[in-house]
């Protein structure tokens, strides 16, 4: 199916460890970006790309790591969980266009214990 | 700055009543406007969007969107609201004038506004 695609869809962390979130979208699109989403907070720009070997930094980056070895995914890396990494992650692509919407994943809740 | 508002945090309606959800913007240039509603444990799901024109802007499931300069505000409408359209919308906002590099394509969020639609 079309689309971005988000893995996993849950992940329970200890503090200290790390993982990769993984974002793939099938429609060519430019720009990706990672959300995290927190009660009362809305979503809040984590990293973003314009486009291949392209990244940069959004509102709340520390923490995480990105790249964008390929137009097709964006992988979101945490180096060393902490609790407040705690969240809903959405990774989410458009063209590379602001007249464009974005398509927005399913998301990854993630819990840091 | 970019920035989006979202004065309420919640909004209460009965079925069949019209409802309206707010949102004002601020960017540095002129906007481009979102809609987006997320139900829940989903994604966001893109509503409609206000780029140029008529400055009432028609999405999907029956909403609607006024796009208002002056007062700086794009707040989404429904005449008949749904017990199906309870969830959680956000506004979101562009800059149009952004380039390669800086903001393009970014995206400002606002807070988000529960809607509860009682039967």
């Known amino acids: 199916n079309a689309g971005v695609t988000q893995t996993p869809k849950f992940q329970v962390l200890k503090t200290g460890q790390s993982m990769t979130l993984q974002c793939a979208q099938d429609m060519n699109h430019e720009y990706m970006s990672w959300y995290r989403q927190d009660p009362g907070m809305g979503l809040r720009l984590i990293h973003y790309?314009?486009?291949?070997?392209?990244?940069d930094q959004g509102e709340v980056p520390n923490g995480y790591n990105v790249s964008r070895s390929t137009t097709e995914d964006f992988p979101l890396r945490l180096l060393s969980a902490a609790p407040s990494q705690t969240s809903v992650y959405f990774c989410?692509?458009?063209?590379?266009?602001?007249?464009?919407?974005?398509?927005f994943g399913a998301g990854t809740r993630l819990s840091v214990l | 700055a970019q920035s989006v508002a979202q004065p309420e945090d919640q909004v209460n309606v009965a079925e069949g009543n019209p409802l309206t959800v707010k949102c004002t913007y601020s960017v540095s240039g002129n906007p481009y406007l979102f809609w987006y509603v997320q139900y829940p444990n989903r994604g966001l799901q893109f509503l409609l969007k206000?780029?140029?024109?008529?400055?009432l802007v028609k999405g999907s499931y029956g909403f609607e969107a006024e796009f208002n300069k002056s007062q700086t505000s794009f707040h989404l409408k429904k005449p008949s609201a749904l017990v199906s359209d309870s969830a959680l919308y956000f506004c979101?906002?562009?800059?149009?004038?952004?380039?390669?590099?800086?903001?393009?394509?970014?995206?400002?969020f606002g807070r988000g506004t529960q809607l509860t639609v009682w039967p």
């Open positions: 790309s314009v486009g291949a070997g392209i990244t």
């Open positions: 979101a906002v562009r800059d149009k004038g952004a380039h390669r590099g800086s903001t393009l394509g970014r995206l400002y």
């Open positions: 206000y780029i140029t024109g008529d400055n």
């Open positions: 989410a692509s458009s063209y590379t266009s602001n007249r464009d919407s974005a398509i």
